[in-house]
């Protein structure tokens, strides 16, 4: 019943069913290449680490650290001057608050200082190539409550070594 | 069985067989694209370096990259799978493609990171 038709094997191997696999071929393909040919993202981990970073550096146990108008954070985080200051790759921002005013003279800014408006930016509008940023707002004590605010970014995207 | 029954049956076969050949290819395809030597190389530094800067100071922590020297084997690759540039705070994998470099943003001191070769492991002391 199926194959009454004279013409029942045109039906199988017929130009359109060529042509129906030529178009299902090319859209996988581009959609395997698309998929492996972007990167693979980590620089909104990498800005969160950061920050988890400088947190942990700053407060021990509840305890904001002494001297914090003469920290280095390049010391006490164990972090790389030059990788942080000059590579383009990274943004800190510490800013700290007592009784709701912000300490001025205790802020600390490393790194490419201009995205700090991108991160603005990027919560309204995500661009693909600003940077990844991550804001964290954590308490310490020491006679008096800190409140510190930490943004950091991340613009690190790796690269081939050849 | 007349002609025009075997001239369908035929047809029907081809079909078939052109259909498992024609999948088969976009499986190998798509598995291939999935383990590429370049995908590897990217994840694998991407990951040791957030490892690095992850860890707090006086860590050590013990990597398995068996899968790293699989791999590298199956490309033929015999110079180094992973370098660390102590200065440039840079680390690179290679596993006979491109290699794939990334930097770590912790201080590591000179020697904190070893490759235990027999049994494949990663050693990093942070």
């Known amino acids: 019943m199926m194959f009454r038709d004279k013409r029942g094997g045109e039906r199988y191997l017929s130009p359109w069913m060529f042509v129906v696999w030529a178009l299902i071929l090319v859209g996988i393909v581009a959609g395997v290449i698309i998929f492996y040919a972007a990167q693979i993202d980590v620089r909104a981990d990498e800005a969160d680490i950061l920050s988890t970073r400088i947190a942990d550096c700053l407060i021990e146990n509840g305890k904001i650290m002494e ?13 790389n001057e030059e990788i942080i200051e000059n590579e383009e790759l990274f943004f800190i921002d510490i800013r700290f608050f007592v009784d709701g005013k912000e300490k001025e003279e205790l802020r600390k800014r490393y790194g490419v200082l201009g995205w700090e ?20 707002t954590v308490y310490g004590f020491t006679d008096k409550e800190f409140k510190i605010k930490i943004l950091t970014a991340s613009n690190q995207i790796g690269k081939e070594s050849i | ?7 369908i049956l035929s047809s029907q076969v081809i079909f078939i067989i ?17 383990t590429g030597v370049g995908v590897k190389e ?47 705070n840079k680390i690179s994998v290679n596993l006979g493609g491109n290699g794939y470099e990334y930097h770590y943003f ?8 070893s490759i235990d070769e027999q049994n494949k492991l990663l050693r990093i002391k942070v």
Do not use: H
């Not at chain 1, 108008?69 to 164990?78: A, K, L, V």
């Not at chain 1, 603005?120 to 991550?134: G, K």
């Not at chain 2, 088969?24 to 291939?32: G, H, N, R, Y």
């Open chain 1, 117 to 136: 408006s991108l991160c603005a930016f990027q919560e309204e509008d995500e661009q693909e190539n600003f940077p990844r940023c991550s804001e964290k």
């Open chain 2, 106 to 113: 912790t201080n590591l001191k000179s020697g904190s990171v």
């Open chain 2, 42 to 88: 990217e994840i694998y530094s991407k990951q040791i370096a957030l490892m690095i800067d992850q860890a707090k100071q006086g860590t050590e922590l013990t990597v398995d990259i068996s899968e790293l020297y699989e791999i590298a084997e199956k490309n033929e690759y015999t110079g180094r799978i992973i370098n660390i540039d102590y200065q440039k």
């Open chain 2, 18 to 34: 052109l259909n498992v050949i024609f999948f088969s290819v976009l499986l190998i395809f798509v598995a291939k694209a999935g």
């Open chain 2, 1 to 7: 069985m007349n002609k025009k029954g075997v001239d």
């Open chain 1, 67 to 79: 001297n914090l108008g003469s920290f280095d954070i390049f010391e006490t985080c164990n972090f």
